[in-house]
């Protein structure tokens, strides 16, 4: 909820530490990092970034401008998560301390929506709620699965702004490229073990409580995570060759 130009948000048992990392972000120089302003009554403050988020965010990676530009702001994202010194207490909302050696900061819902854009400028990145130490491989499986789209052309063009069935080995190479991969292998079962392990945080978080989570279950959100992953192994010569082994898990 916005209220007087700031963002009001449950606070939970994450929120300490995520206002630690958004902190170490604005420090550091990574400007698109909403300013963290306390916690009251059990509510977090925080500064309102203006622009286009979202729905609105999915048309603005279905040119390739919007594309790079969206792999840009990831890459430099984890760039500047480079040396944040998590408290000695850190809580993440699916994990515990700080990162292991090699690891960043995932930004754990790293997709269109949340995003801020000016046209295919991003602006800000929100929604921090699933931040916390991981391979720099889960947040771009996790964009890839929205951006690529892993999702038929029907959908691609009734709902994600396609005009045309997309290319999207093409987009993988595009999103790897523009990160700084040094190639696409591996990548396409990266984002299948990537979907199974976001079913896998909703069972953990249901398990602890959290009402989003009832509210999902009983509306068969579960489920069409669980049909995505389906879809995608099915379709996996829409991605890459059809000869290639399946070695999502």
Request: hydrophobic content about 40%; charged content about 25%.
């Amino acid at each position: 909820m916005v209220r007087d130009g700031l963002v009001h948000r449950p606070a939970e048992w994450w929120t300490p530490t995520v206002h630690a990392l958004l902190d170490h972000l604005r420090a550091v120089g990574f400007t698109q990092a909403p300013r963290p302003l306390g916690v009251v009554d059990g509510q977090e403050l925080l500064q309102f970034i203006p622009g286009d988020s979202g729905p609105a965010g999915w048309s603005r990676v279905v040119p390739e401008k919007g594309l790079r530009a969206m792999a840009r702001l990831l890459r430099d994202y984890h760039q500047a998560t480079a040396e944040f010194v998590a408290p000695p207490d850190a809580r993440w909302a699916l994990a515990d301390g700080p990162p292991a050696p090699g690891q960043v900061i995932c930004h754990g819902d790293f997709a269109p929506w949340n995003v801020v854009w000016e046209d295919v400028t991003p602006v800000g990145l929100v929604d921090f709620d699933m931040a916390q130490p991981g391979e720099v491989l889960d947040d771009v499986a996790y964009a890839l699965e929205y951006v690529t789209p892993f999702r038929d052309d029907a959908q691609a063009m009734r709902w994600q702004g396609f005009a045309a069935p997309p290319d999207r080995p093409r987009r993988i190479e595009v999103f790897a490229e523009e990160y700084g991969l040094s190639d696409v292998d591996g990548l396409v079962d990266a984002v299948i073990r990537r979907q199974q392990r976001t079913i896998h945080a909703m069972e953990e978080l249901l398990g602890r409580g959290l009402p989003r989570y009832r509210s999902w279950l009983a509306e068969g959100v579960f489920d069409m995570h669980a049909a995505r992953v389906r879809w995608s192994r099915q379709n996996r010569a829409l991605f890459t060759s059809d000869t290639e082994p399946d070695k999502s898990g």
